[in-house]
């Protein structure tokens, strides 16, 4: 096709110059015997249906639109690698497939990974054959029903209901083939520190030889404000020190502008890669968030990512920016991304526009005391730390939410435990919220779910001070210990505009206003107790948009306003005196 759907790099933060988007039309079919035929399919040269990727089938997007459950979905496509790369590995990526993924070339296997959320790629060069047709055949495995992995808000029933949602099959982000030279850069961290603005830059190689050195020059608007030069080892970092110190902050997300290189001994530049970084600091003291050495008040909204034409994909990288756009119109300085794991150009653009953000696992769906599916989730969990830990705007890090009553409190306190530990290890530089709401066990931030609808009785309850604040399962959690208090689940108001047919299976929390007065009132209301409390330190509204039955958004499922933004500004804008 001309003009194939998101065709914008999808790793903003390890760009390369020569890379092939897979994105556009594909073959498609659904297997209803899960693995019949596997042979004549990994071989195929073509199904029977086109879909649309990087949609997934269930979205109007896809030209699928298919909502029942899929167990088992293949794809095919045709690709040409350019005779050009010869010589060199090339990599094929995928932005994430839901959930288990087997890929094949001309029938040759390429790799298996297993996580709904995470990104991944396979080393394909041997199967290649360079300048000639081939067919790439994907298989995808998807089973929400099982218990067995993590699905977030998808519903494990036939149709959407009550917090549940549309299911996501197969390959929902992009797909892309990558041109990577023999000796490479391979990954990348940065470690800001905003005391001293410095900035700490560790990266990892792909086969580098003894007396190869790798290079980096950072610039700030254009000016070159730091370099390195240095061995390619293990464990070899550079401690950049900036001559002009910008820090990343939501009113001045200053970046830095990042060239790195890998070179032979001789000089020769082996690798290029192009990148960026933002200096700032997370600390806890005294009950409160710290950004930068100042207290921070996080005025928080709950954003699920879901999009009426495209399920959990963004129909353009310009949708991505126009939710933060929105959020902050309405007076937000951050958002908390509930059950789902946004892509990385999310991030990149809540970077670029200053936008705190929580990244959270979809981590409802799988059984906790169940040791093999409480290992997925830890694997792909660790997996989305180490992709996203670069992001100055993620703020704080949820692998749970809301711990399931079903689940031995001992079996949930081992895993919330262990979320807690990999991700401390994987990234000691921000709070670790253990889970959001309930039960914490291990956690550096203390999070309450709170969806009282009367502003003074929502008062009442949580304007119990520290020690004794207001907890929602005191009886199975860990102590209070002075933890900084969020409110990160509030309000969830229901307001469905006259203009539309209300539907019987539409909800918010609470009984619904008669009129805007009296929402705008309740929300008021509600904010007030909050800002009022001294002991809490930020909050999270209930919720951006509206996701398909469930009607408390601020803005409909399109994203078109319910109230004027002005309204909702003067509200949200304000933090305590």
Known sequence: MDHPPRPEYPRPQFVRSEWLGLNGVWSFTVDPASGADHDARRTSTGFERPILVPFPPESALSRVHHTDFMASVWYHRELTVPEAWAGRRVLLHFGAVDYECHAYLDGVPLGRHIGGSSSFSFDITAAIRFGEPQHLVVHALDDVRSRQQPAGKQSAARESFHVFYTRVTGIWQSVWLEAVPQRSLERVRFVPDAGTGRLLVEPTFANAWPGDRWALRARLEGREVARFEGPAAPGTFADLEPSTVRLWTPDTPHLYDLELELRSRTGDVLDHVTSYAGIRTVELGDGRVWLNGEPIYQRLVLDQGYYPDGVWTAPSDAALRQDID???????????????????????????????????????????????????????????????????????????????????????????????????????????????GWVHVRTDLWTVHCYEQDPNVFRSLLSRRPPDVYRNVPELEADYQGQPYLVDEFGGIKWVPGSEIERPADWGYGSDPPDEASFLERLEGLVDALLDLPHVSGYCYTQLTDVEQERNGLLNEDRSPKFADERLRRIFERSPA
């Open 326 to 436: 929105r959020a902050k119109a309405l007076g937000f300085n951050g958002a908390r991304l509930h059950q789902k794991a946004f892509e990385e150009r999310y991030h990149a653009w809540a970077d670029r526009l200053g936008f705190l953000t929580w990244a959270e696992a979809p981590s409802w769906g799988f059984d906790e005391a169940d040791p093999e599916a409480a290992r997925r989730f830890l694997s792909e969990w660790d997996e989305l730390v180490l992709r996203d830990r670069n992001h100055p705007s993620i703020v704080t890090w949820t692998p749970l939410n809301e711990s399931d009553p079903a689940v031995p409190p001992d079996a949930h306190a081992r895993l919330a435990i262990e979320a807690w530990t990999r991700t401390r290890a994987l990234d000691p530089t921000r709070p670790i919220n253990d889970t959001s």
